[in-house]
């Protein structure tokens, strides 16, 4: 088995700062996700990456960068925090197939003051 | 368009009871569904998946497909307190490697 960590847990920042996420994973996989959870509107893509230095779009990567130096790890950067913003932030990552299981970590907590 | 729908939107069983669970996916190219479960504070976990019509069942939960609708539910037999959890429908996108998750339903199971 394998484990995905997630850090910091919980994360408050100031209107237009600039933050970032990490994800680390033992699992070996060579895919990773960043998805935005936010309250009745489910999980939504923001990047994915299927190797080391590859980075691809998701639906919501508007307002975000990310970055796979490291098959283990990758981070997701908020370029500009938005007032009121109030989301959870998942990290997971899959073998490189198609219909794959995602593992899922624990989560980062958003809150912009 | 959301390319997952699920209903309903909360659910709530009392101890030992069925839990079912709805998702439809708008996109004839996905036919593949994943279903995923979510305590609280934690991440999501996978439960099971099904691509074949009919019933696919492991241990209390049962996933059925019907393809020729795109519909897919997921039935809770004998529902435990620890089922208490958001339930989200899953699909692929076929020949990417990215998924469309569903709003989820969020169970309550009352002892």
């Known amino acids: 088995g394998g484990i995905i960590t997630q850090t910091p847990k919980f994360l408050i920042g100031q209107e237009g700062q600039k933050l970032t996420l990490k994800c680390q994973q033992n699992?070996?996989?060579?895919?990773m996700y960043w998805y935005r959870q936010d309250s009745g509107k489910g999980l939504r893509l923001i990047y994915y990456?299927?190797?080391?230095?590859?980075?691809q779009k998701g639906d919501l990567s508007e307002g975000y960068d990310a970055s796979r130096e490291k098959k283990s790890s990758f981070s997701l950067t908020v370029t500009s925090a938005q007032k009121n913003e109030m989301a959870v932030f998942l990290c997971?990552?899959?073998?490189?197939?198609?219909?794959?299981?995602?593992?899922f970590g624990p989560g980062t907590r958003l809150t912009v003051l | 368009q959301q390319k997952v729908q699920q209903s309903p939107e909360s659910l709530s069983v009392p101890e030992g009871g069925m839990a079912s669970f709805n998702c439809t996916s708008s996109?004839?190219?996905?036919?593949y569904f994943w279903w995923y479960r979510q305590h609280s504070g934690e991440g999501p976990k996978a439960l099971m998946?099904?691509?074949?019509?009919g019933d696919k069942k492991e241990g209390r939960f049962t996933a059925h497909l019907n393809k020729a609708s795109l519909h897919v539910s997921l039935h809770i037999r004998d529902s435990q307190p620890s089922d208490s959890a958001l339930y989200f429908c899953?699909?692929?996108?076929?020949?990417?490697?990215?998924?469309?998750f569903g709003k989820g339903t969020s169970l309550t199971v009352i002892p």
């Open positions: 997971a990552s899959s073998i490189t197939r198609w219909n794959a299981e995602q593992f």
């Open positions: 699992f070996n996989h060579d895919t």
């Open positions: 990456s299927i190797t080391e230095n590859d980075l």
């Open positions: 996109d004839r190219n996905f036919q």
């Open positions: 998946s099904i691509f074949s019509d």
């Open positions: 899953a699909v692929p996108n076929t020949g990417y490697q990215n998924f469309y």
